[in-house]
């Protein structure tokens, strides 16, 4: 193993990282536009992505080790500190642009995360304030029974609920 199959295990993480910033832009579509009824599939897709992100740091982790023993310094090195110790050449700038990279993908990646859950989060809130709203959990419309089986009192109130979103 060395630089090439760790420039190459690289190539394939940001690939993979490029893929969650796109899951996490369609969950985020689908929040905005209401369309609950498919977020838990987006949901399941992105937990997916991260799998395979995990799995794939884990391969860079131990190239990282294999190179920097190569290379002569600490095998518990990071990608960044194997970039301040390679050899004169290129693969300290071909390192450091994947750092780069990836750095910039985390970044995009925690502000799309972020976002989504404030959009989920006041979804579930405006759910709640919906519901409490319409009596429904409560026991502002409870009602009991007479002995027809009708409910002592008969809703005035209209109320629709759209099944769809």
Known sequence: ??????????????????????????EQLLLQGGKSRWLQHATREVEQ???LVREAGLGRSV???????????Q?????????????????????????KAMGDLTTQ?????????????NAARSTQETMASAGVGTSVGAKTYDASGATGAPVTNARIF????
């Open 75 to 99: 095998e518990e090195s990071t990608l960044r500190e194997l970039v301040a110790n390679a050899p004169t050449g290129p693969w300290g700038e071909i390192f450091a642009a994947h750092l």
């Open 1 to 26: 193993m060395g630089a090439n199959e760790l420039s190459a295990l690289l190539w394939r993480e940001r690939e993979l990282l490029e893929l969650l910033v796109f899951k996490l832009e369609e």
């Open 63 to 73: 190239e990282v080790a294999a190179l920097a023993t190569q290379w002569g310094t």
């Open 49 to 51: 992505v991260l799998n």
């Open 162 to 165: 759209d099944r769809n979103l």
């Open 109 to 121: 990646i925690k502000e799309l995360r972020d976002s989504n859950e404030r959009f989920i989060r």
